[in-house]
């Protein structure tokens, strides 16, 4: 699978896509494959504080429970409530299922995220 260029990714294995000062996250497609099935997803409030490189919720799927990590510093401003009933959209299209958006605290934070390209070669590395 091709990961989007306008996206910048972890290596915890998470994308974000950045709006204005509005970062919408998510789990790339090597995530939600090496998880299997998801069958859960624990997010924080709106409201809520998250930091870079720190915990903000889990994946739970049929082989094991994933902790999240936030790519950027910044506040909770939505969270994807079909996941509660849907968590198998992250399977069925992770690139397009978004788990929450963050107001960035920073947004020069996304900038040193890694590219697409620096991603790709980073899970090449791990497999």
Same mark, same amino acid.
């Given at each position: 699978?091709s990961?989007?260029?306008?996206?910048?990714?972890?290596?915890?294995?998470?994308?974000?896509q950045?709006?204005?000062?509005?970062?919408?996250i998510?789990?790339?497609?090597?995530a939600?494959?090496?998880?299997?099935?998801?069958?859960?997803v624990?997010?924080p409030?709106?409201?809520?504080?998250?930091?870079?490189?720190?915990?903000?919720?889990?994946?739970?799927?049929?082989?094991?429970?994933?902790?999240l990590?936030?790519?950027?510093?910044g506040?909770?401003?939505?969270?994807?409530? !079909?996941?509660?009933?849907?968590?198998? %959209?992250?399977?069925? =299209?992770p690139?397009?299922?978004w788990i @929450?958006?963050? /107001?960035? !605290?920073?947004?020069?934070?996304?900038? %040193?995220?890694?590219? =697409?390209?620096?991603?790709?070669?980073? @899970?090449a590395? /791990?497999?």
């Amino acid at each position: 699978m091709s990961y989007p260029a306008n996206y910048r990714y972890t290596r915890e294995h998470e994308w974000i896509q950045l709006d204005g000062t509005i970062g919408t996250i998510g789990i790339t497609d090597y995530a939600q494959n090496s998880l299997g099935d998801i069958v859960y997803v624990d997010v924080p409030k709106v409201g809520d504080k998250v930091t870079a490189n720190s915990t903000f919720g889990s994946v739970e799927s049929v082989k094991a429970v994933s902790d999240l990590y936030s790519p950027v510093t910044g506040t909770v401003t939505a969270t994807n409530d !079909a996941l509660k009933t849907s968590p198998d %959209k992250i399977n069925e =299209a992770p690139h397009d299922t978004w788990i @929450i958006k963050v /107001e960035l !605290a920073d947004p020069a934070q996304f900038e %040193k995220l890694l590219d =697409a390209a620096a991603y790709e070669s980073f @899970i090449a590395e /791990e497999q």
